[in-house]
């Protein structure tokens, strides 16, 4: 059987993994002039798979061992991670309704069209604050909570 730290070892590679995702992801939309179909589904393909990778090993391995060891630095690790997966929550409100209404102005497939986004809904302006809240809550809730495992990886397995 495969010993606790190799498990904790490949989870603490796997989560790491995911940040460069996030990263290449977010410059993707960062870089980009206009976001188009293609943009946004090339954004996805980075997104999605570090999103895979951090919540695979939180699923499988960190949940179920959460309730033997919440205390102290266990605790707050689960808190900054689970505030981690709300901020997301918050940011795909927003995403969902820009979404829907790019897709009704058909800005994906005609990104010329000359459209302010604010204009596409009067509600614009929150969903893409929800969107900004939402992402930046999630990048710095993930390094905090990230940090924080890798300490207690170390403290654990490797010290």
């Known amino acids: 059987m495969v010993s606790e730290s190799a498990i904790a070892t490949g989870a603490a590679l796997m989560v790491t993994a995911s940040f460069p995702?996030?990263?290449?992801g977010a410059w993707i939309m960062i870089d980009a002039?206009?976001?188009?179909?293609?943009?946004?589904?090339?954004?996805?393909?980075?997104?999605?798979?570090g999103l895979v990778l951090n919540t695979v090993p939180v699923v499988f391995w960190m949940a179920p061992?959460?309730?033997s060891q919440l205390g102290g630095l266990?605790?707050?690790?689960?808190v900054l991670g689970l505030q981690a997966y709300?901020?997301?929550?918050?940011?795909?409100?927003?995403?969902?309704?820009i979404f829907q209404a790019k897709r009704n102005a058909d800005l994906y497939h005609d990104p010329d069209k000359d459209v302010d986004?604010?204009?596409?809904?009067?509600?614009?302006?929150?969903?893409?604050?929800?969107?900004?809240?939402?992402?930046?809550g999630y990048v710095l809730f993930w390094i905090l909570a990230w940090f924080l495992g890798i300490y207690q990886y170390a403290s654990a397995y490797v010290f």
């Open 21 to 24: 995702f996030y990263i290449y």
């Open 33 to 49: 002039e206009t976001v188009t179909w293609d943009v946004l589904v090339y954004h996805l393909k980075f997104i999605v798979p």
């Open 65 to 67: 061992r959460l309730l």
């Open 74 to 78: 266990s605790a707050l690790h689960a």
């Open 86 to 97: 709300a901020m997301l929550v918050f940011a795909l409100t927003g995403i969902v309704r």
């Open 117 to 136: 986004l604010d204009d596409l809904h009067e509600n614009m302006g929150a969903w893409r604050g929800r969107l900004r809240i939402g992402v930046f």
